[in-house]
């Protein structure tokens, strides 16, 4: 499996940026998928997941500002995130797993991870 970032740079307070998320080596659809991020000096928080059924959560901090969407046909997750803050500047990872994860935004119910994309949100 194997799972590759892009999109990722450098924003003004209340930009947009569209993350992506190109996956290979295995059914896409049957998997369930994640984007997480982590700054500096902290623990790596849960953003956004969708299921294999396209059900979405969303944490708090990004609850209707970002969306998490999929592909299928091209195998490719996105992130669309809107009215950026200073506090969403982390590096952003995508992650899948091929169960259905008790806890969608819960890091460790991913077994496989993408290299990261880093955002910059200035103010």
């Known amino acids: 499996v194997q799972l590759v970032e892009s999109g990722g740079g450098s924003v003004q307070s209340g930009g947009s940026l569209r993350l992506s998320c190109a996956a290979s080596g295995y059914t896409y659809s049957t998997y369930c998928m994640g984007w997480f991020r982590q700054a500096p000096g902290k623990e790596r928080e849960g953003v956004a997941a969708?299921?294999?059924?396209?059900?979405?959560t969303y944490s708090d901090s990004v609850k209707g500002r970002f969306t998490i969407s999929q592909d299928s046909d091209k195998n490719t997750l996105y992130l669309q995130m809107n009215s950026l803050k200073p506090e969403d500047t982390a590096m952003y990872y995508c992650?899948?797993?091929?169960?259905?994860?008790?806890?969608?935004?819960?890091?460790?119910?991913?077994?496989?991870w993408g290299q990261g994309t880093q955002v910059t949100v200035s103010s």
């Open positions: 992650a899948a797993d091929m169960f259905e994860p008790g806890d969608p935004l819960g890091s460790t119910e991913y077994s496989y």
């Open positions: 969708i299921d294999s059924d396209g059900s979405t």
